[in-house]
């Protein structure tokens, strides 16, 4: 994550404490308010947990009556870009070092400069080394050209959607800020989903995304990053399920997803430098919050590089969708399992073993469950649903299996 993007963090959280006065959600003065605020420590983004003082708070709702947003971003620090441990002899030599030799690495480069004797402590370290490198792009010229790219875009809706997840403003509640998942369409900028998620994970994803599948009907191709949630194993096969193209683009090149990342600056200068508070109490207010902005303002405001509205040019397609029932789109989504059906008819997932019919003995069958009910079980033949299994019963299976016998008078009539 670059230094910019922990700044707008930062200041998205200021914006948070001090936007019950802002708004006048706070039924007493400010000052009782920055008091309780800064009662407890709070949780900060990215620097952990930090005690304030009123005066604190107060400070920043002065900054942003004066410059907005912005003036709540911490400053970057003065000596950015310079070392306070690699000394300006160490510099030049290590800059000579990797014109000559373009791959060393920090931990070699550093062990010929202690064998010259030009470092003679243990400072600096590999590390230091390491960042002095990336900070004056001492590898850019022979070892890290630049890499040549041209800004594109497809030519019809649902050619191609872009996903990524952003980090939220803080919520109360919740131990971690909510994430806003949103996947927007590369020819018309339409936001095809949006919504606030309570983590980036797979779990959180799927169902999110088959909405968004069951609205608006199968893209040719989606674009991630390699997130954990967009790496999964279950992903990857129900795309293909689906013939969708999964497209994942190279790591630490966020240029390469240009239009979510600007769409993601736009939320964050129009819809949450101006959230009511009371958006803000639950996950569920601030998801609604933000539904109404998405069709309200984003979709129905000019777009500059289109001009036409997001909702306009999504509408406006000339290629057939392609659609699938929001059933099919389920089972396509089940997570899948491989089991090896015992000679007892039973396999076992989590612990917990299941009855199979006895023709499926000593086969491996394809099993899936939904994300949200993993007990449920449906066992599939040839890509198709064959039926739905249920937890082992013994006390059933002996009651079923018991041989009948009949009562037989021995006494005298």
Request: hydrophobic share 40%; proline share 7%.
């Amino acid at each position: 994550m670059s230094d910019e993007q922990r700044r707008k963090d930062i200041a998205l959280f200021r914006y948070g404490l001090i936007a019950p006065v802002l708004h006048g959600a706070h039924s007493g003065c400010a000052a009782d308010y920055f008091r309780q605020a800064t009662a407890t420590p709070l949780e900060v983004p990215h620097l952990g947990t930090v005690r304030f003082k009123p005066d604190t708070l107060k400070s920043w709702l002065q900054a942003f009556r004066a410059g907005a947003l912005d003036a709540l971003m911490p400053k970057p620090r003065a000596d950015l870009g310079t070392s306070r441990s690699v000394s300006p002899e160490i510099g030049r030599r290590l800059a000579e070092l990797l014109t000559e030799h373009p791959r060393m690495s920090a931990t070699l480069a550093r062990d010929r400069l202690v064998a010259e004797e030009v470092i003679t402590s243990p400072s600096p370290s590999e590390t230091s080394l390491r960042r002095f490198i990336r900070a004056h792009a001492l590898r850019t010229t022979s070892a890290s050209p630049a890499i040549e790219r041209h800004a594109f875009a497809k030519e019809e809706p649902n050619e191609l959607w872009t996903l990524d997840f952003m980090v939220g403003p803080k919520i109360s509640g919740m131990k971690m800020a909510p994430r806003l998942l949103a996947v927007i369409d590369d020819a018309s900028r339409f936001i095809v989903l949006g919504r606030f998620l309570p983590s980036e994970s797979y779990v959180d994803l799927a169902p999110s995304l088959v909405e968004a599948f069951a609205r608006h009907g199968l893209p040719l191709a989606i674009y991630c990053d390699n997130g954990a949630a967009f790496s999964t194993h279950d992903l990857a096969l129900a795309c293909a399920r689906l013939d969708v193209a999964l497209i994942h683009s190279k790591p630490y090149v966020p240029q390469s997803r240009g239009k979510i990342e600007r769409f993601f600056g736009t939320v964050r200068s129009r819809f949450l430098a101006a959230i009511e508070p009371a958006a803000l109490v639950s996950l569920q207010g601030i998801d609604t919050a933000f539904t109404v902005w998405l069709e309200s303002d984003y979709h129905r405001r000019v777009h500059s590089s289109l001009g036409v509205t997001p909702l306009a040019r999504f509408l406006a397609s000339s290629r057939p969708k392609r659609w699938i029932s929001r059933q099919e789109l389920d089972l396509h989504f089940h997570h899948t399992l491989r089991r090896r059906v015992r000679a007892d008819c039973t396999v076992s997932v989590a612990g917990v073993r299941y009855e199979v019919p006895p023709e499926w003995i000593g086969h491996t069958v394809e099993l899936r469950c939904p994300l949200a009910d993993p007990s449920s079980l449906i066992l599939f033949a040839a890509g198709k649903p064959a039926l739905a299994l249920k937890p082992l019963d013994v006390v059933d299976n002996e009651r079923r299996n018991r041989p009948v016998s009949f009562a037989t008078r021995t006494e005298e009539p």
